[in-house]
C-alpha cells in the first residue's frame, strides 16, 4: 500500500502565494517521479510540474516563471510552491508519484484564487 497525503491548499487572493505539499509513505522504494497536475471544472486533468530522479524538472507554460517544484528524497515529499496565483490557476491540484510501473495518486487539494 502507498499513501500520498497532500496538503497546503486553500483560498487566496489573485497575486498571492500557497505551497502544496505531498509526501509518500508505504511500500515505495524507488521513486523516479514526481508531479503535480490540476484539474479545473469542466476540463482536462493537466501536468503542472513534474520533478524527476535527477532533479530535472519541466512546467507547464502557463506556470513557468511562477511555481517552483522541489522535493525532499530523505522525506519522500514534493513540494509546489505557487506565487503570483492567478484566478485561472484555480483547480484541484493532484499530486503524482511515478515508481518502477506503479503510478500513485493523491486525493487531490483544492487551490481557489479570488480577483
Known amino acids: 500500500q502507498v499513501q500520498l497525503v497532500e496538503s497546503g491548499g486553500g483560498l487566496v487572493q489573485a497575486g498571492g502565494s500557497l505551497r502544496l505539499s505531498c509526501a509518500a509513505s508505504?511500500?515505495?522504494?524507488?521513486?523516479?517521479?514526481m508531479g503535480w497536475y490540476r484539474q479545473a471544472p469542466g476540463k482536462q486533468r493537466e501536468l503542472v510540474a513534474r520533478i524527476i530522479s535527477g532533479g530535472s524538472t519541466n512546467y507547464a507554460d502557463s506556470v513557468k516563471g511562477r511555481f517552483t517544484i522541489s522535493r525532499d528524497n530523505a522525506k519522500n515529499t514534493v513540494y509546489l510552491q505557487m506565487n503570483s496565483l492567478k484566478p485561472e490557476d484555480t483547480a484541484v491540484y493532484y499530486c503524482?508519484?511515478?515508481?518502477?510501473?506503479?503510478?500513485?495518486w493523491g486525493q487531490g487539494t483544492q487551490v481557489t484564487v479570488s480577483s
Open positions: 503524482n508519484v511515478g515508481s518502477g510501473l506503479r503510478n500513485f
Open positions: 508505504g511500500s515505495i522504494f524507488v521513486i523516479n517521479a
